[in-house]
């Protein structure tokens, strides 16, 4: 490690690149990992998954309050744990967008879009779009989008578990890193087989306990030490970063101002409000959040489950904030750049601090519900992009809908172990990056590609087949560009590709142009193709999006 | 399965049509777009001010408030304070304005009166 790190005084001794000791994290560890296969195989009842209603959306039979916590299992990924915490220690304020952007979008989630999906869907978001346009091919373009915000997710997820299980066996070499990724992939595949969207759905309602609670704690350690005044927590942090920021030509309380990251040049501001853009409309569009509008038996328990998630996806958003400045504050600024030694980067912020507060064991706990966290995500993101495969493609198009619903089911199956050998791939070569930035990315994705024929299905009766493609193609196709000619992939030396340079876009973050692009196309595409003759299905649809009236019901047992 | 058919059976033959017609119908639906359109665009219009704030005004921002404490963890914090807020504000008219009337029609289906006229 590196000498400036360890001059800087620390809560606790510990060295950032190998906290606590290997073999407790890792007993820990495993134990955790233990108890939630255990209680995934019980949740799930086994492997009886012979109905689409019982693997895909739980049997429709989970409580509002319960489908809350696992909406905020599900949302509270490794981005906004180990990500939001890990940008606030090294951008500053910068990094606190991500927990507001996150956090606000769910007014667009409750408002416009949850309890009208929930009225009209069955397992997946093309359910809703396919319902009074053209099916075959709306379902396409959806699957394709919903595969491609899945595989921006799950590289965020894959980048997290590498880092963070790295950091508690104090692996820096990159090849061992890779193994620590496969692994993971692997361990994805078996829970997602054997458990289902039940089974993932009990371990989000742990995970989100755990993770909240764990979170509180720290939080509230952490305010202690600063006599739980906010004011002398932001003093110390300035306090430790001015050397550093004089260093980089930065005022001495760049940390607690905004503009850190953001604010050099106008680019770099647009860059911001871009990525404020794709934060706030991405929720609304996400499959993952989507389906689990369906595992509550009414439209009523799906607006009690997002006031649920709301309120506690808040309250950790302000703890975030917190242990992002106490990571600010533990450690040298220095130790967050590359090259430092530190396995994951900033990622590593919210179990380091923990470290420095209660040592290996505090480490080995807060790191263990950190990795239950990815795993359980994973597990979500899986089943989404599998069920979406297999009901939209597999079932409505090839199939054309005469299939057996257990062979429904295992397409779906075969599904989760491709995505999951994807995910190993791509996890290796996006294992550099902030996790909440990389998850930015799907988010932009599904503000530009889904959003804006959601919206328009469900509010704009001249909204058409055309329309809803040229939106979802071109949202996507334009984000993606963007993507690739970002510095995310390559000429930054963060960059997934490191040998190579062809970054020309100055954004990071495609929102500001993709998404309006997606909007426009919509509305364009629309209005110069005719309406479609299908006045009973839109009677049809707008009535029961509204009154429930012929809503899926709950699976009795 | 028919996407006409609910799972129930009961909606089978239902004029869909007519019931949109229907002034019962027309009320709810208005009565939602009213609240939500208006709510959710005043609350993106805030959180883009916000950003807008953060990036073009940094100086006003960065001015201290109480102790350490600025404009931009104030501004932050209160933009969940709104959300918290709205969230209230909808389940209370949700709860209030919207469940009797969707409940009145969805019962009128599913009795079998074929509409609500």
Excluded: C
């Excluded at chain 1, 680019?267 to 509550?296: E, I």
């Excluded at chain 1, 290996?360 to 992009?385: E, K, R, S």
């Excluded at chain 1, 809908?401 to 995910?423: F, H, N, W, Y």
């Excluded at chain 1, 690739?484 to 973050?509: C, H, I, K, Q, Y």
């Amino acid at each position: 490690m590196s000498a400036a790190a360890g001059t800087v005084l620390t809560l606790a001794a510990i060295d950032p690149t190998s906290p606590g000791k290997p073999g407790i994290n890792i007993a820990i560890f495993l134990a955790f990992v233990l108890v939630t296969l255990i209680i995934v195989i019980k949740g799930g009842g086994g492997s009886k998954h012979s109905s689409g209603e019982e693997f895909f959306a739980g049997g429709r039979s989970f409580s509002g309050a319960q489908n809350g916590l696992a909406i905020s299992g599900d949302y509270l990924s490794a981005a906004s744990f180990l990500g939001i915490v890990g940008a606030i220690a090294t951008a500053g304020y910068d990094g606190f967008l991500y927990s507001i952007g996150f956090l606000v979008a769910w007014i667009v989630a409750l408002l416009l879009v949850a309890e009208l999906m929930r009225n009209i869907g069955k397992f997946t978001m093309a359910d809703v779009l396919a319902f009074r346009l053209r099916a075959r091919p709306i379902r396409v373009a959806a699957a394709i989008t919903t595969l491609a915000v899945t595989f921006f997710y799950l590289l965020a997820q894959m980048a997290g578990a590498g880092g963070l299980v790295s950091l508690l066996l104090g692996i820096t070499d990159d090849a061992m890193q890779s193994v620590v990724i496969a692994v993971v992939g692997v361990l994805m595949i078996v829970y997602v087989l054997i458990g289902g969207m039940k089974g993932t759905t009990w371990v989000q309602m742990i995970k989100a306990v755990l993770l909240i609670a764990g979170a509180a704690v720290t939080t509230v350690w952490v305010l202690a030490l600063n006599g739980f005044d906010l004011s002398e927590l932001l003093g110390r942090v300035v306090e430790n970063t001015q050397e550093h920021m004089a260093g980089k030509g930065q005022a001495a309380d760049a940390m607690i101002n905004p503009g850190l990251k953001y604010g050099g040049s106008d680019w770099a501001k647009v860059d911001f409000l871009s990525l404020g853009l794709a934060l706030v409309l991405g929720t609304a569009g996400l499959p993952h959040v989507l389906m689990r509008f369906y595992t509550v038996p009414t439209a009523k328990e799906a607006r009690k489950s997002v006031v649920w998630s709301i309120f506690l996806i808040g309250l950790f958003y302000v703890f975030t904030l917190v242990l992002g400045y106490a990571a600010a504050y533990m450690f040298a600024p220095e130790i967050w750049e590359k090259g430092s030694g530190v396995p994951g980067g900033s990622n590593a912020a919210a179990p380091l601090v923990a470290a420095a507060l209660g040592g290996p064991w505090m480490l080995g706990i807060m790191a263990a519900v950190a990795f239950a966290t990815i795993l359980a995500v994973v597990a979500g993101l899986a089943i989404t992009a599998a069920t979406s495969f297999s009901h939209d493609i597999y079932t409505n198009v090839v199939k054309k809908g005469q299939v057996s619903p257990g062979a429904e089911v295992r397409v779906a199956k075969a599904t989760v172990v491709v995505i999951g050998l994807i995910a190993i791939v791509g996890g290796i070569a996006a294992k550099d990056q902030n996790i909440a930035f990389l998850v930015s990315l799907a988010f932009a994705v599904a503000a530009s590609a889904n959003l804006p024929t959601i919206v328009f299905s469900l509010y704009w009766k001249r909204f058409n087949t055309r329309g809803a493609l040229w939106s979802m193609y071109g949202g996507l196709i334009s984000a993606l560009v963007i993507i690739v000619f970002s510095p995310v992939v390559s000429g930054s030396p963060t960059a997934m590709l490191t040998g190579a340079d062809f970054d020309l876009a100055p954004l990071s973050n495609p929102g500001i142009v993709s998404i309006p692009l997606g909007f426009l196309l919509a509305i364009v595409g629309a209005l110069t193709s005719k309406r479609e003759d299908e006045r009973a299905k839109e009677a049809e649809m707008d009535v029961r999006a509204l009154t429930g009236v012929g809503a899926e019901k709950a699976v009795p047992h | 399965m028919g996407q006409g058919l609910g799972p129930g059976g009961a909606a089978e033959n239902v004029d869909y049509s007519a019931i949109e017609q229907s002034p019962e119908f027309s009320r709810l639906r208005s009565t939602h777009r009213r609240f939500v359109i208006p709510v959710v665009s005043a609350g993106l219009a805030g959180y883009i001010a916000y950003a807008l704030l953060a990036s073009w005004g940094a100086g006003f921002m960065s001015t201290r408030v109480l102790g350490n404490v600025n404009w931009a963890i104030i501004l932050g914090l209160a933009q969940i304070l709104a959300t918290f807020a709205v969230t209230v504000a909808y389940v209370w008219f949700a709860n209030r304005k919207l469940d009797p009337k969707a409940a009145q029609i969805r019962e009128a289906i599913e009795a079998g009166a074929g509409g609500v006229q």
